[in-house]
């Protein structure tokens, strides 16, 4: 039994939820979500709540079950506050701006770094920092992942660009080697 997966989801005020032919529609505030369910897991609303339910009692299936509970809440969380996260740029000269929708980066190269902003997706930046907002979970982290992949931080000067607060352990170099 998954534990995660036995939670109902409570449906806030504001929001929309609606099953049609296999795909859930999430609609608040901040706009509208859809997501193909999984064919395993029954989903049902009952009482400005949704239920789910297992259609077998196999492994994956439960696995599965707390998976669909979970993509549920956060498109719920998503249409009602919305996710963001951020980023720091650390390095000398390296900046970041916004012009028009679309995120410009300053990190070392010998042009500009041109990030396009998709649907549903903004950018704020200032000099040394960069958030991504968005209704949808996963395409601000995937977003945020592709950011950072452009300069990963590397691991003698930590010269880079890393999520807030995260933690680059930095090695000695050469000078250590030869002590």
Do not use: C
């Amino acid at each position: 039994m998954s534990r995660i997966g036995k939670k109902p989801i409570k449906i806030e005020k504001g929001v929309e939820v609606r099953i049609e032919s296999g795909t859930i529609f999430v609609k608040g505030p901040k706009g509208e979500l859809k997501k193909p369910l999984i064919d395993l897991i029954d989903t049902r609303i009952e009482n400005d709540e949704i239920l789910l339910t297992p259609k077998n009692e196999e492994k994956d299936t439960n696995a599965l079950w707390g998976l669909q509970r979970s993509l549920i809440q956060n498109m719920i969380e998503g249409v009602t506050s919305g996710f963001s996260k951020k980023l720091e740029l650390v390095g000398v000269g390296y900046k970041a701006s916004i012009q028009g929708k679309d995120l410009i980066l300053d990190i070392g190269f010998s042009h500009p770094v041109k990030i396009s902003a998709r649907e549903g997706i903004v950018f704020e930046a200032d000099k040394t920092s960069i958030t991504v907002l968005g209704i949808d979970k996963e395409l601000v982290g995937q977003i945020t992942a592709s950011i950072r992949k452009i300069r990963k931080p590397e691991p003698y000067k930590g010269k880079g660009i890393r999520y807030e607060g995260e933690i680059i352990k930095k090695k000695l170099g050469k000078k250590a080697a030869g002590s």
